[in-house]
């Protein structure tokens, strides 16, 4: 192996290893998150917390490029309508179908995107990669057994989110790339965040601040850390094609399963632990490339 080589091959591992940080980060705010018994509460300080923090950011970054701000407002707007779409996911279906289902969605359909409409290619082998990790997080949806029929409003509303998840992704892999990956963090979390706290004060109102004051600590810490994931996997898509990251970001789900079982107690299964291995042999796919 030249030189070069042996850097590619460098570079390539360290994205691969920043974007698992950033999938367990994920994994970690969605914990936090899920622990919130008011899943409207626990979004609604979360979207405080991006507010608060964009705002700041913002004051020190300035705005974006020019040529950024088209990117920068669409993809504040797709992800105010991902959260939503999450949101009635959640309560429309089970969350151990519609959540593996959102999420394992966007990978290949991030891969179709990218190659479309920005011309990236990627090797055969990254390609099986991301097939493959689809695919493992995808059969989760079936891990207890196969969906009823009143399962398919909620894996509808699943599918739709996971299509959301991949247009923001190939968004932001363009944005970012047009001003710095910090100051197109902040402006994007800033003009998404009031979007469900206003939504929740609609919602709950006089019990709104007094669920804020209940759960503050867990929904702001999951926003903290929730920031600090896509972080990373914006400065990752400046750094490689966006269809292998996504699908690495996705791995998160694994990694919530292996956190559940370590930390909670949770029943990890046979179904979900080889599944788990087969996202894991896509991961080795991925990075061999």
């Not at 402006?187 to 601040?209: D, E, H, I, K, V």
């Amino acid at each position: 192996m030249t030189d070069v080589a042996a850097e590619a091959q460098q570079a390539g591992t360290l994205v691969t290893l920043a974007v698992l940080l950033a999938a367990v980060l994920h994994a970690t705010w969605n914990a936090l998150a899920h622990g919130v018994a008011d899943r409207m509460i626990g979004f609604s300080l979360i979207g405080l917390t991006y507010t608060a923090v964009g705002a700041v950011v913002v004051m020190f970054t300035g705005p974006p490029a020019p040529e950024a701000w088209p990117l920068v407002l669409a993809s504040a707007a797709v992800h105010v309508l991902y959260q939503f779409g999450l949101l009635a996911s959640y309560r429309l279906g089970e969350f151990s179908q519609v959540y593996p289902l959102a999420r394992g969605t966007s990978p290949w359909v991030v891969t179709l995107l990218s190659a479309v409409l920005l011309g990236q290619r990627i090797p055969a082998v990254q390609l099986a990669g991301v097939l493959v990790v689809s695919a493992g997080l995808l059969s989760l949806v079936f891990v207890g057994g196969m969906p009823g029929r009143t399962a398919v409003p909620g894996l509808l509303a699943a599918f739709g989110t996971g299509l959301l998840i991949a247009t923001y992704t190939v968004i932001d892999g363009v944005g970012v790339h047009r001003t710095g990956v910090l100051g197109y963090a902040a402006w994007m979390f800033l003009l998404q965040g009031p979007a469900l706290p206003l939504a929740g004060w609609a919602a709950r109102r006089r019990s709104f601040l007094p669920g804020l004051r209940r759960h503050w600590r867990g929904g702001i810490a999951g926003g903290l850390v929730s920031m600090a994931a896509y972080g990373i996997v914006l400065w990752a898509q400046t750094r490689a094609t966006l269809g292998p990251v996504a699908a690495l970001r996705e791995t998160s789900i694994v990694f919530g399963a292996l956190l559940g079982a370590i930390f909670l107690g949770e029943r990890m299964g046979r179904g979900r632990a080889v599944l788990a291995g087969v996202v894991v042999a896509g991961i080795v796919l991925i990075d061999l490339a």
